[in-house]
């Protein structure tokens, strides 16, 4: 056996929890995800979805989808930059930019790949990046591959953010990098005051939008137009693979930061450019967002039910402000066996552990779509608790 293979061959976390049958990773759908999954020939409810609008079923979607593939076939086989640009692209790039409220976009085939390829991009090895704790992996490995100096301050701590900023270089290039909605937690960041902080101290902002799209916003446009701040953040992303029911993601800039990404962010012109169904898909149902605004004040209206039920049942679920809803277990072999158990009970929740949050944090997250109704939410509450109760991690 080489050196290499040595190394693996010691690690047999996964076989452990596997052992335990609470492993709780790549569990198999054999259906649509909607709010209800069929798993292992049994109904399961999805409460582990990030598909805030509920779209990735929509028949319209489907059949744009279709449509697409008969027309332009399965693949591009090339970059954007080369032979992979379709029509639809450049429509999706235009119709996401004015959504957006910017002057001009550019879609990838995946949100990771934004993160990963805009930020090193901008950045030259005299210029800062400046990250919150808990960004998301994508942006982590974003700022990892730039040759700017990293920094980073405590999870929405601006006090700690200002002790960063005071030290650099007024005249530097300075990008603060933070998640607008946190992925695992929920909370959002205090954008007000990133802002005040940017004039204050000469830098930029760039914001992933991958969970504020499709929930924040006027028309679901996201946290920075939810504070009023669409203008003041310099970068704007997002993703397809959430609310907008497909796979992609984007960036959105003014005329002269897109020109220069275009031409020079390297996952957006050594990578093959996204599918004609997902590029359909993500523009039928940026359509059906902006028509349909009730889907996200019903998102809203299940979301507010739910954090009602949890709070009243006495669960910890820290300082969400969105349709994620963390329920802290605090203890790693705990958090794997709510999971299975909540799966057992017929409910699908998502078991978050380290690196996604710090030891003392293991949580599942519990999220909503705006296809749930308040009785599939009453039905989860209601097994959760069993499970919650069982394990002793509420009263
Ligand atoms: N940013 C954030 C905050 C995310 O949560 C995710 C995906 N979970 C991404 C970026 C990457 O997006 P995608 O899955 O579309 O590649």
Known sequence: MGQLQERFKSYREPQKFMAMDVYPYFREITSKQGTEVEMGGHKVLMFGSNAYTGLTGDQRIINKAKE????????????????????????LEKEIAEYIGKADCLCFSTGFSVNQGVIPALLNKDDYVICDDRDHASIVDGRRLAFAKQLHYKHNDMDDLERVLQKLPHEAVKLIVVDGVFSM??????????IELKH????????DEAHGIGVFGKQGRGVCDHFGLTDEVDLIMGTFSKSLASIGGFIASDFDTINYLRHSCR?????ASATPA?????????????????RIAHLWEVTRYALEKFRSAGFEIGETESPIIPLYVRDLEKTFMVTKRAFDEGVFINSVIPPACAPQDTLVRFALMATH????????????TRVFKELDIIK
């Open 200 to 207: 204050k101290y000469n830098c930029s902002v760039m914001v």
């Open 278 to 294: 997902a590029t359909a898909s993500a523009l039928e149902a940026l359509h059906i967002i902006q028509n349909e605004p009730e």
């Open 267 to 271: 996952t957006y012109i050594f990578s």
């Open 373 to 384: 109704t308040k009785e599939q939410v009453d039905r989860a509450v209601e097994a959760l």
């Open 68 to 91: 697409a593939l008969d027309r332009y076939g399965s693949g591009c086989a090339g970059s954007r930059f080369l032979n992979g640009t379709l029509d639809i692209h450049v429509q």
């Open 185 to 194: 937690e929920g909370d959002l960041a205090k954008l007000p005051e990133i």
